[in-house]
C-alpha cells in the first residue's frame, strides 16, 4: 500500500483536475468574441497512463506517451524582452533565464502535466518511509551527461549539498527547504541511489526534488572558487560548447537580442515506443522579441510555431484560425500573478542617505495610504480594455488556477474613489487645489515602474495613473528594461513602486514562500536583513506550519489565513489576471497543452508532421 504523503500527492492531483473541469471563479466563463461566438470551451483533459520504463543495452529508458514521430526539424518559440541574464538554472531569477536553463537540466521527480502527481524523471522510483521523513530515489541505469560522462549519485548529492543547500547561485530552492530553522540531509547509499531526509514530516517536500541536477565533474571546480565564480559561470556570455547538460537540448547558439538556439542532446534517456532515442527535433529556436506586439508579428509572418495571444487579439485570432493553419487552445486561468508593489524598505546608504525618500517611506508604509490607493484602482477596467474581456480582476496572493485559492478574498471589491478618500483622510492626508498632501504638507508624487515591451502592463500602468490622479496624486509612469527593473527590485532599495509577475504553481504554495519569508531572495518589497513588521513575522510562521500538515483541508486553512493577511495589509495589489490561449501551428505533432504542463511539457516527442 502506498504510504500517506504519495496519497496526498495523488489527492492534490486528482482535486486539482476535477477544478479544471470547472472554472474557479464564475465571472471567468469563457469570453464572448466578435459575431457572439464563444471561444472554443476549455480544453478537455484526459490523464495518460503512467511513463513506462524499459530496460535496454544498458539503459533505463523513459518511454514517451504520445505517438511515434518523425525525427528532424525545427521548432520555433519566443521570448519577450532583452534576453536572458544567465543560461545558470541555478542562479537565475527570472522567467526567461529559468525557462532556457530548463531545457538542458532534469531534476529528480517532476509534476505529471495532466494530473498534478509527483512522478520520476532521472529518478526510477522513488518511495517515502513509513516515518514520512526519509526519501530514498533510485537513479536510472545508464543516464549520461551530454560529454558522455554517467550520471550517478554523486552528482545528486554534490548539487544538492554543496550548491543548492550551500547556498550558490539564487537561494530560493533552498529558502524554501527550511523547516524548523533546519534543512534536509542528502546522503547517498550507493552509485544509484541517495536518500534525503527532513527533520520534520513536510508536505511539501516531494516538489522541491524537482530541482535541476548539475554535472559534479563540471561544477565542482567552479564551486570551489567561491560563489562569485559560481555566478558567473554558464553566462551569457558562454561558448557554447563548455556546456553539459542532461535535459533534452543543449546550446548551439545565441545572438544576444535576437535568438537562443538549441539542438538535440544525443545522450538523452527518453525514447519512443520504438525504442529510439528522442526527442525528434534537431533544434529548439526561441527567438528573442522586443514586445508582445513583436511577438506577433513574427507568428503572423510564419517564423513563430507558438504564440501566447492576449485579449485584445482573440477575436481576430479564433476568426482566422483555419486559413491560418494553426488551433487556439484555452488553458483557463493563468498560473502567474500580475501585481503592483510598494516598496517598503527604510534603509540607508553607506553615506547614510535614505534609499526611499523619509516622506515616501511615511506614505507606503502607511497601510491606509496603501488601501486607499487599493480602492482608486479600476481592474475592471483594465480587464475590460487591456485584456479585452478574456481574463478576470484578481485580488489574491494565489492565482485563479490556484487549489488553494481564497475563494471569499477572490470576490474582491469594485473600484471606489470616496472610500479611497476616507482612508487618505485617516492619515492627515488633505487636498490643495485637488492636488494630494501629506500631514506634513508633501505633494504626494512617485514613480511607477514596469518592463518595457510588455505592452499589457504598460497599458495597464496607464490607467494605474489616470486613476491614482482622480484622488490626487501624481503618478511618474516609467516603462524600464526587463532586466534592469528585476535588478532594480532585487539588489536595489531605489524604486517607489513597480507593476511586475511572478509564476506560481496552482498545486503548492509553499513554492512562494521565499517571497513572503522576512530573509527571502524573493521578498522584494522589504529586501535583505529587514526589520519585518509583525504581519511579516507572522507570514513566515503560517508557511512553516502549514508545510508540516499533510491533511490538504488544514493546509487550506493555513494558506487562507496567509492571503488574509496579504489582502488586508497590501504590500502587493493584485490586479488582473487573463485566461491563457494558445495558438499552435498545425503542422507539430504529439501536441498536448495542457493548464499545467502549458504546452511544451512534452518537447521531447514533440515533432514536425
Known sequence: MRNKIIKYIIFLGIILFALKSCLIVDKYSAPKLENNNKMDARISITPKPPFETIYKDGVDYMIARGDVGKFGGEFHTSAIGEGPKTFNPWESKDATSS????????????????????????????QVSQNNKEYTLTLRRGLKWSDGKPITADDVVFTWNTIILGGFGNTSTRDNLYIIGKLPTVTKIDNYTVKFTTPVVFAPFLRQLGAPIGPKHILEPITKKGKMAFSSFWGVSTKPSSFVVSGPFKIKQYTPAQRVTFVKNPNYYMADKNLQRLPYLDKYVVFIVGDLNNEVLKFEAGELDILSVRGNNAARFKALEKQGQYKLYNLGPDTSTTFMCFNLNDR??????????????????????????????????????VLYGVGAPLFTAESLSSLYL???????????????????????????????????????????????????????????????????????????????????????????????????????PHSGKTVWEPNGTMHFFNMKDPTPSAWEKSLATIFDNA??????????????????????????????????IIAIRDKLGNIAPTPLGGTTHNIEEIYIK
Do not use: C
Not at 109 to 116: A, K, N, R, S
Open 406 to 508: 481564497n475563494k471569499d478574498l477572490a470576490k474582491g471589491h469594485p473600484k471606489d474613489t470616496q472610500k479611497a478618500k476616507e482612508f487618505l483622510k485617516k492619515s492627515g492626508f488633505f487636498y490643495k487645489n485637488n492636488q494630494l498632501y501629506d500631514k506634513y504638507g508633501n505633494k504626494v508624487e512617485f514613480e511607477l515602474l514596469t518592463n518595457a515591451g510588455n505592452t499589457e502592463r504598460e497599458s495597464v500602468g496607464v490607467i494605474i495613473k489616470q486613476d491614482l490622479e482622480e484622488i490626487g496624486i501624481k503618478v511618474n509612469f516609467k516603462p524600464i528594461e526587463f532586466n534592469s527593473l528585476v535588478g532594480k527590485l532585487l539588489n536595489s532599495y531605489d524604486w517607489d513602486l513597480a507593476i511586475i509577475g511572478l509564476t506560481g504553481s496552482p498545486l503548492d
Open 547 to 580: 508545510a508540516k500538515v499533510l491533511d490538504i483541508e488544514k493546509r487550506k486553512k493555513y494558506y487562507n489565513e496567509y492571503q488574509q493577511i496579504v489582502y488586508d495589509q497590501k504590500p502587493m495589489l493584485y490586479l488582473y489576471s487573463p485566461v491563457t
Open 99 to 126: 525557462m532556457l536553463g530548463g531545457m538542458m537540466f532534469d531534476g529528480l521527480v517532476t509534476t505529471d502535466p495532466y494530473t498534478g502527481d509527483v512522478i520520476p524523471k532521472l529518478a526510477k522510483s522513488l
Open 348 to 385: 540607508k546608504n553607506e553615506k547614510g542617505k535614505y534609499f526611499v525618500p523619509l516622506k515616501k517611506q511615511k506614505w507606503f508604509q502607511d497601510v491606509n495610504f496603501r488601501t486607499a490607493i487599493d480602492y482608486a484602482i479600476d481592474r475592471n477596467a483594465m480587464v475590460s480594455n
